[in-house]
């Protein structure tokens, strides 16, 4: 909904000819969706993951989840134990392609178990 409202700003901004601040709306649109519109690199080891974006990154260990699921688009990363509506939006999704090695999603699921007996 911010995003549509955005987008309505920037073309009102762009009929009264204000295009500077119609060019900085739209800077800050690219700057809140930009998990959504530029690529991301996914780095996993021992410690955690790490997501790259142009813009910054975001760093995780493995005890903030207690569960892994698979999907044909990715693997969500859920800080529930079980499944749960809220997961969607509390977890970290990563998105892969249907030739993904289960070799990813097994290293995954073996340190989420290892960071539940550390605790």
Do not use: C
């Not at 649109?29 to 530029?38: H, K, P, T, V, Y």
């Not at 260990?61 to 079980?82: C, M, Q, T, V, Y």
Request: aromatic share 10%; net charge positive; no cysteine.
């Amino acid at each position: 909904m911010i995003t549509l409202n955005t987008l309505f700003i920037a073309l009102a901004l762009v009929l009264m000819r204000s295009y500077i601040l119609a060019f900085l709306i739209l800077i800050i649109l690219l700057i809140e969706q930009r998990r959504f519109i530029l690529p991301a690199n996914v780095s996993l080891d021992g410690s955690g993951l790490v997501v790259t974006y142009p813009l910054g990154s975001i760093n995780k260990s493995w005890n903030e989840f207690k569960s892994a699921h698979r999907d044909r688009n990715g693997i969500l990363l859920s800080p529930f134990a079980f499944r749960s509506r809220l997961e969607k939006f509390r977890g970290t999704y990563i998105l892969t392609n249907e030739t993904t090695p289960d070799d990813a999603f097994d290293f995954i699921v073996r340190n989420i178990d290892q960071g539940r007996k550390t605790l």
